[in-house]
Nanobody
Framework: QVQLVESGGGSVQAGGSLRLSCAAS????????MGWFRQAPGKEREFVAA????????YYADSVKGRFTISRDNTKNTVYLQMNSLKPEDTAVYYC?????????????????????WGQGTQVTVSS
């Protein structure tokens, strides 16, 4: 069983920054494929960013490209999402997700169904 715990959410003004963290349990975190998703009220959960097991491959939604950076520290069992130049439309609950196997990850990293484990989410609110 993999447990994921997000932290770092909060309220900021437009143009500000936040760094989200997702701490994972399990001795094999270094082999997990990880993703960040978000869900705004009344909307479906959407892909934000993803990173492979080594950190050598990263992917972003067009809406956050150039503003957000996903990274990981396998020695700390943690994945991060650095969010800069935040906009009001970034307001949502942010979730991290884990795919421990990664068999089809490269072809479906942006899909909710790819990930087997999810955190409880952390709220990010950006005011104009």
């Amino acid at each position: 069983q993999v447990q994921l715990v997000e932290s770092g959410g909060g309220s900021v003004q437009a143009g500000g920054s936040l760094r989200l963290s997702c701490a994972a349990s399990g001795r094999t975190f270094s082999s997990y494929y990880m993703g960040w998703f978000r869900q705004a009220p009344g909307k479906e959960r959407e892909f934000v960013a993803a990173i492979n097991w080594s950190g050598g491959s990263t992917y972003y939604a067009d809406s956050v490209k150039g503003r957000f950076t996903i990274s990981r520290d396998n020695t700390k069992n943690t994945v991060y999402l650095q969010m800069n130049s935040l906009k009001p439309e970034d307001t949502a609950v942010y979730y991290c997700a884990a795919d421990p196997v990664g068999v089809s990850w490269y072809g479906s990293f942006s899909q909710v169904y790819t990930y087997d484990y999810w955190g409880q989410g952390t709220q990010v609110t950006v005011s104009s």
